[in-house]
Each structure stands twice: as structure tokens, then as C-alpha cells.
């Protein structure tokens, strides 16, 4: 029961953490808190997606089917 209160207060601190700096950045740059989330989601977004493309690149199997191929000539 304990732990459970305990990731409860947890989840609600981070919750309001994250509107916390929402809520600063939107103030600091003197833009509507929705733009400032939107934009962070896509900005979020958009690292994923390259990240992703970049581990699949160099992803161990496919490293080691290149270097057999090296060696195979």
C-alpha cells in the first residue's frame, strides 16, 4: 500500500514538474503554453525518428552481414 501511494505522489510530482516548465518556457518566450507542448512534441518526435534510422544503420546484424561481405571478396 505504501508503494503504491509512493508512485502515485511520484507521478503526480513529475506531472507537475513537466507543467511547471511548460508553463516557465511559455512565460520566458512569451508564447501560449499549447505552442511551446506542441512544439516540444515535435521536436521530440523528430530526434526519434532520426535516432532511429541512425540504430538501424548500426544495428550488430547488420554490421556483421557488411564485415562478411568485406571479407567474403
Known amino acids: ?14 506531472r507537475w514538474t513537466l507543467n511547471l ?16 507542448h506542441d512544439t516540444g512534441v515535435f521536436v521530440f518526435v523528430q530526434v526519434q525518428t532520426i535516432e532511429n534510422r541512425v540504430f538501424r544503420t ?3 546484424k547488420r554490421l556483421v552481414r557488411q564485415l562478411r561481405s568485406l571479407l567474403h571478396r
Open 58 to 60: 548500426l544495428s550488430p
Open 21 to 36: 516548465a511548460t508553463w516557465l518556457l511559455a512565460r520566458s518566450l512569451n508564447m501560449p503554453e499549447p505552442v511551446v
Open 1 to 14: 500500500m505504501l508503494m503504491l501511494s509512493l508512485f502515485r505522489f511520484a507521478a503526480v510530482m513529475i
